[in-house]
């Protein structure tokens, strides 16, 4: 105890906040006075932030932040550190739609429609003098502002995609489509290498990286309105070009087709930093993945070109960025918010954030008081091209563009469909949600008295159970009354609300909602169900068959084993259960570094010293699905072998001295001792499992994504990004309500055998 207490007072002496501020006015969860009688809530990435991870970065912040304290008395911030991208997603939506957003927040710029649909975000502009938002490049504002002039957040860095081409390989980068795959397969053929990478696997990147091109034609996703129109004449054409181009890049030899499993742009410059491929389409934050892995000769060889485009002569970038926004509903506090992201965003703060975490600078006056970024060769250059960005356009549809469009460019570049085909797939797909939104646009009524049926039946539930257990035995109503309680509202009132919601148009930003029948009709009616449902039914059934197999060849050794006295049974079962209780989310990073398709995938590269090619363990959709199902497999084993062993510690041992005295092989003896005794347990465990891999999902979405295209969607997967990427919180529910009754049907099939196992 007094060790932990020791290392406790060590990091607090040694945390930049208590060192600097002996009057305590910047704590890990504070910022200001205890005692300040205004109190602003504040969400925020951690990177940008006094708890950043980089000392030179956390410096900085908590510098700002006790400057506005010292500033601003009257103002204390409460702030919380925010987790993963799309944790820090989920959570917001969470909060919206429970009405507990924080008075700040830092969010990504694509996810401002979200907010904005269900009035959320409140406007700066009326805090915020107009001479200081035209020092902003003209995209943050035009992204941020509605048909009433309103802003409705600060960009608080940006970034611009481009060409990252090797100048020794490709002395003139190019400039056109044409010219990018005949230098790009010409070097493939000649270097053994990828000519050029990108990313084309199941993730926003892949859409937004490629809509510099879209837009460098003159094609629009939506319409001043808002609505989608990339499906329509003239925009359908420019689109299909651009997923011909990407399909084009496989064909003629100038891309891998393990470009369908790359969704992280880590995975762009890995290929780089390795030595596999001349060129790539990245971001200008790939810099600081380049030249820090890289010796100084080797960074030299890289530079960088506007994308490709399909005529010469044009320049396209799309930019991204976090921006900081207020959800504060209070005049008083909107005002403090306004003036706290403001502080935070001067230019004399920009300049020096900017260029610790190798961002750029939103704001144009920062390229004129900060030499670096018009001397250094790379910002300069990425300053120019910002003149020409555009931002994903601020609309509630496009997350459900961008899921379509990922969708389209797996079938494109897989060759599943034509780009005609794939794009008039995607734009029906866009339009079946767009109706759909438009008809849960009106607010929900005032009284809604469906609302409270959950509830209600969840008490009226709760008190028949109480009330038959009272007639059972009164004495066991007390101890078993906090029980049933816990049980009726985080599970029975649960599962009433997911139908009831199913029944809507809900979507998952708390936006309005009526009651309809279409969420369960569309999802009944998906012409993608099918497929999805015999992708599951494959992943269920060789995951359920290989964890029964390989928890029986596990478990049965090491019984052996215990029965004979051989030491290191314990350290065997521990290795083993260890795999069961990693996270599933790590697990699928885990095994997507093991599979990954380069000289960074451990698998190819251990196959690379024995002349193997390398595998398409990710980008093949039959390698995909057995890549999934293996690593569901490896984690699920784990307590198949668990329930099995208890099984066998349970067989009696005069059994197994009767088998030794008989003679039996180990093939006999398992065969008519130990299979017979374990039909319990066996049929115990086929159901449970079957219950986990039902409902796996989140191993899948960072192995795989669910691609390429769909071929690794299962079910469960499927109702995940209802949920969070196209935001239909009623179809999530709908699809939810269906594996509800499938779970319980599972459940009491596992009831019954329990209660079988038990009866004498």
């Not at 300040?36 to 006094?50: C, D, G, K, R, T």
């Not at 481009?162 to 493939?188: C, G, H, Q």
């Not at 906090?482 to 599970?491: I, M, V, W």
Request: proline share 7%.
């Amino acid at each position: 105890m007094r060790g932990l207490v020791a290392a406790a007072l060590l990091f607090l002496a040694a945390w930049p906040g208590r060192a600097q501020a002996g009057d305590d006015l910047v704590t890990p969860i504070r910022i200001g006075r205890p005692d300040a009688p205004l109190v602003l809530s504040m969400w925020a990435q951690q990177e940008y932030s006094h708890l950043a991870a980089r000392p030179d970065m956390a410096a900085k912040f908590h510098q700002i932040f006790r400057d506005f304290a010292v500033a601003h008395p009257d103002v204390r911030i409460d702030i919380s550190v925010m987790p993963a991208l799309e944790l820090h997603k989920a959570k917001l939506m969470m909060a919206a739609a429970n009405g507990r957003l924080p008075d700040v927040a830092s969010i990504d710029s694509f996810w401002v429609p979200l907010f904005m649909a269900g009035k959320h975000i409140k406007p700066l502009d009326p805090f915020w003098p107009k001479e200081d938002r035209d020092d902003f490049l003209p995209f943050t504002i035009d992204t941020l502002s509605d048909p009433a002039g309103h802003v409705y957040g600060m960009w608080h860095g940006t970034d611009c995609r481009v060409l990252y081409y090797r100048k020794d390989l490709v002395p003139t980068p190019p400039s056109t489509w044409d010219e990018l795959i005949a230098v790009a397969s010409r070097i493939a053929r000649e270097k053994k290498i990828s000519g050029y990478v990108f990313n084309a696997g199941r993730w926003e990147g892949a859409v937004f990286d490629h809509l510099p091109m879209f837009w460098g034609q003159g094609g629009e996703l939506v319409d001043d309105n808002g609505a989608p129109v990339f499906g329509l004449p003239p925009h359908r054409e420019k689109m299909v070009s651009v997923l011909q181009f990407m399909r084009d890049t496989v064909t003629k030899g100038a891309s891998p087709s393990s470009v369908l499993a790359n969704n992280d742009y880590q995975q762009l410059s890995s290929a780089a930093i390795a030595g596999d491929t001349a060129m790539f389409l990245g971001g200008s934050w790939q810099l600081r993945d380049l030249e820090p892995s890289l010796s100084k000769e080797q960074f030299a060889l890289w530079d960088v070109a506007p994308i490709p485009q399909r005529k010469a002569g044009v320049v396209s970038t799309g930019a991204g960025g976090w921006i900081w926004v207020s959800f504060a509903k209070d005049p008083a506090k909107q005002k403090a918010a306004a003036g706290l992201i403001q502080f935070i965003e001067q230019s004399k703060n920009v300049g020096v954030i900017s260029q610790l975490a190798h961002q750029l600078p939103a704001r144009s006056s920062v390229y004129q008081q900060f030499p670096y970024f018009r001397e250094d060769h790379f910002h300069a250059r990425f300053g120019e091209w910002l003149a020409e960005a555009r931002a994903r356009p601020a609309v509630l549809i496009y997350p459900t563009i961008s899921e379509q469009l990922q969708l389209a460019i797996g079938y494109a570049v897989s060759g599943d469909k034509t780009p005609e085909a794939a794009v008039d797939g995607a734009w029906a797909a866009v339009l079946k949600v767009a109706s759909r939104q438009r008809a849960g646009e009106a607010p929900p009524p005032s009284f809604d008295p469906l609302l409270f049926v959950p509830a209600i039946l969840t008490v009226a539930l709760l008190a028949l159970g109480l009330f038959a257990v009272w007639r059972e035995n009164r004495a066991l109503v007390g101890w078993l009354a906090p029980a049933l309680a816990l049980a009726a509202a985080f599970l029975l009132y649960p599962m009433l609300e997911l139908i009831r919601l199913s029944g809507t148009n809900a979507t998952t930003e708390g936006a309005g909602y009526v009651y309809t029948a279409s969420s369960l009709t569309s999802v009944a009616t998906d012409p993608e169900l099918p497929g999805m449902l015999f992708i599951t039914l494959l992943f269920v059934t060789a995951s359920v068959a290989l964890q029964l197999l390989i928890g029986l060849g596990l478990a049965v050794p090491i019984d052996s084993a215990r029965r004979r006295g051989t030491w290191g049974t314990m350290f065997a079962r521990t290795a083993v259960v260890s795999a069961w209780v990693i996270p599933g989310v790590l697990i699928g990073v885990l095994w997507r570094i093991l599979l990954m398709e380069n000289r960074a995938g451990i698998a190819n590269y251990a196959g690379s010293f024995f002349g193997l090619p390398a595998m398409p363990f990710l980008s093949s959709g039959s390698f995909a699905l057995a890549s999934v199902v293996m690593a569901n497999v490896w984690r699920g084993s784990a307590f198949s072998m668990i329930l099995q062993f208890a099984g066998l510690m349970r067989i009696p041992k005069e059994l197994h001295e009767a088998a030794d005295l008989e003679g039996l092989t180990r093939l006999q003896r398992l065969r008519w001792l130990i299979l017979p005794q374990l039909k319990p347990i066996l049929a115990l465990n086929l159901v449970l499992i079957t219950i986990s891999t039902l409902n796996t999902f989140d191993m899948i979405l960072p192995l795989t994504g669910g691609g390429p295209a769909r071929q690794t969607e299962v079910i469960a997967l499927y109702m995940y990004r209802a949920a969070f990427y196209s935001l239909e919180a009623g179809r999530s529910a709908a699809i939810a309500t269906v594996m509800l009754a499938l779970n319980l049907a599972l459940a009491f099939i596992a009831v019954r055998v329990m209660r079988k196992q038990a009866a004498p």
